[in-house]
């Protein structure tokens, strides 16, 4: 049986684009499908939703006119609540979003995803007319988005305004989007949910005008930090930095027992025991409490996360060595108290690097 599916679609001043949009639905559609398209208008001063209520003997749509309330991200909220159907595709009204994609949006949904992103980051992708800055600020974004939110991973375009899901998933969960990627609100609030991209051309805007303006990534910045809060990412990062200042104290300790009461010279014995012990406890108390969701139990799996700590652990140790060097030697913060500062950046630096690189391949998933 093929699903039956809602679009919710919001709009804004999009009256032009109504007419063009719902024949490119239709025609992408055929009778093969059953759908209905549901707009939600914020009361659009051009009279959008004239323009959709006077198609919609022609096609399968309806348009609810919001008063109270403003905004994208609530406009599509309040689609999920009133579509008629428990798959649902949310799209632009602007033609951006190409129609023809819906059905292979549908297929990845009856494949067993539960959810299903339009992308513009897989091969076959891509957005039209872009130039090189605006698509390296969107991947930067998108970077960030990955770095800091570890649910979102298993999607290559988390700020994709055109995507597919099944209504179910959002049971018991409270969406907060600020600004307007709802998608990246569900990925990663609903980590477990299958997710598969397909490929789509974002196209240019050809009537009416975008309404998402500069401050979209500070909204941006806002909602990453946000979600880090609701689903404890924010605090793994501080678990880390503790387990961290923990290993300083045993690094120090084991140095100072083994010079001081073993009488061992503490260049050449001491400093990298010392080093090395420490690195092994907060492994260890990273496996078990930072990254206890994803801890590793066997011995192989424990063995290989060790070893990539390590590695990681000595690479953020000469990282954190390098950047002081560059300070005092290049930058001239040799005499105090700039070289204190130049070791405590190398210290966030270090730290940095030694976070983002354990999130992102030792403890993977
Ligand atoms: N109801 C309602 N209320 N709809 C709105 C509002 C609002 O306040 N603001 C915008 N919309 C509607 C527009 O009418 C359009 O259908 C859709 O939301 C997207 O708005 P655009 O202004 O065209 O956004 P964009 O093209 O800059 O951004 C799109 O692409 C981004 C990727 O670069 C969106 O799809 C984003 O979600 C996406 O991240
Ligand atoms: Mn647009």
């Not at 998608?183 to 569900?186: K, P």
């Not at 070893?307 to 000595?314: P, T």
């Given at each position: 049986?093929?699903?039956?599916?809602?679009?919710?679609?919001?709009t804004y001043?999009?009256?032009?684009?109504?007419?063009p949009?719902?024949?490119?639905?239709s025609?992408?559609?055929g009778?093969?499908?059953?759908?209905?398209?549901?707009?939600i208008?914020?009361?659009?001063?051009?009279?959008t939703s004239?323009?959709?209520?006077?198609?919609?003997?022609k096609y399968?749509?309806r348009?609810?006119?919001r008063?109270?309330?403003k905004?994208l991200?609530?406009?599509?909220?309040?689609?999920?609540?009133?579509?008629?159907?428990d798959?649902?595709?949310?799209m632009?009204?602007?033609?951006?979003?190409p129609?023809?994609?819906i059905?292979r949006?549908?297929q990845a949904?009856e494949?067993?995803?539960e959810?299903a992103?339009?992308?513009?980051?897989?091969y076959g992708?891509g957005?039209?007319g872009w130039?090189?800055?605006?698509?390296?600020?969107?991947?930067g974004?998108?970077?960030?988005g990955?770095l800091?939110l570890?649910p979102s991973?298993?999607?290559?375009d988390?700020m994709?305004?055109?995507?597919a899901f099944?209504?179910?998933?959002?049971?018991?969960i409270v969406?907060?989007?600020?600004?307007?990627?709802i998608?990246?609100?569900?990925l990663t609030?609903c980590?477990?949910a299958?997710?598969?991209e397909?490929?789509?051309?974002?196209?240019?805007?050809?009537?009416?005008e975008?309404k998402?303006?500069?401050n979209t990534?500070?909204?941006y910045?806002k909602h990453?930090?946000s979600?880090?809060?609701?689903?404890?990412?924010?605090?793994?990062?501080?678990?880390?930095?503790?387990?961290?200042?923990?290993?300083?104290i045993?690094n120090e300790?084991?140095?100072?027992?083994?010079?001081?009461?073993?009488g061992?010279n503490?260049d050449?014995?001491?400093a990298?025991?010392g080093i090395e012990?420490s690195?092994?406890?907060?492994?260890?108390?990273?496996?078990f409490i930072?990254?206890?969701?994803?801890?590793?139990?066997g011995?192989?799996s424990?063995g290989k996360?060790l070893?990539?700590?390590?590695?990681?652990?000595?690479v953020?140790?000469?990282?954190?060595?390098?950047?002081?060097?560059?300070?005092t030697?290049v930058a001239?913060m040799?005499?105090?108290?700039w070289?204190?500062?130049?070791?405590?950046i190398?210290i966030?630096?270090a730290?940095f690097?030694?976070f983002?690189?354990?999130?992102w391949?030792?403890?993977k998933?």
């Open positions: 049986m093929t699903e039956k599916f809602s679009i919710v679609i919001p001043n999009e009256r032009d684009n109504i007419a949009l719902l024949e490119e639905i025609n992408a559609l009778d093969k499908y059953t759908y209905e398209v549901l707009f208008d914020d009361n659009s001063p051009d009279k004239e323009v959709i209520n006077e198609l919609s003997s399968p749509a348009v609810i006119v008063t109270e309330e905004g991200s609530t406009a599509v909220i309040h689609g999920f609540n009133n579509a008629r159907y798959t649902i595709v949310v632009d009204a602007d033609l951006q979003h129609p023809v994609v059905p949006l549908i949904i494949d067993g995803n959810i992103v339009a992308s513009r980051y897989i992708g957005c039209e130039s090189k800055f605006r698509v390296l600020t969107s991947k974004a998108t970077l960030l990955h800091l570890p991973r298993r999607v290559n988390i994709s305004g055109y995507f099944k209504k179910k998933l959002l049971d018991g969406l907060k989007p600020i600004g307007y990627k998608l990246l609100e569900i609030l980590p477990k299958p997710a598969k397909v490929p789509f051309m974002f196209r240019l805007r050809e009537r009416g975008s998402l303006k500069a990534y500070i909204e910045v990453i930090f979600l880090m809060i609701r689903t404890g990412e924010l605090l793994r990062i501080v678990k880390f930095a503790l387990v961290g200042a923990s290993g300083v045993v300790g084991i140095r100072k027992i083994l010079t001081t009461v073993y061992m503490s050449v014995w001491a990298p025991v012990v690195i092994i406890t907060n492994f260890l108390l990273n496996n930072t990254f206890k969701d994803r801890k590793a139990t011995a192989s424990l996360k070893i990539r700590y390590n590695i990681f652990s000595i953020g140790a000469l990282i954190q060595f390098g950047v002081y060097m560059l300070l030697r001239g040799n005499t105090e108290p070289d204190t500062v130049a070791n405590l190398g966030a630096v730290m690097w030694n983002f690189s354990n999130s391949w030792t403890w998933e």
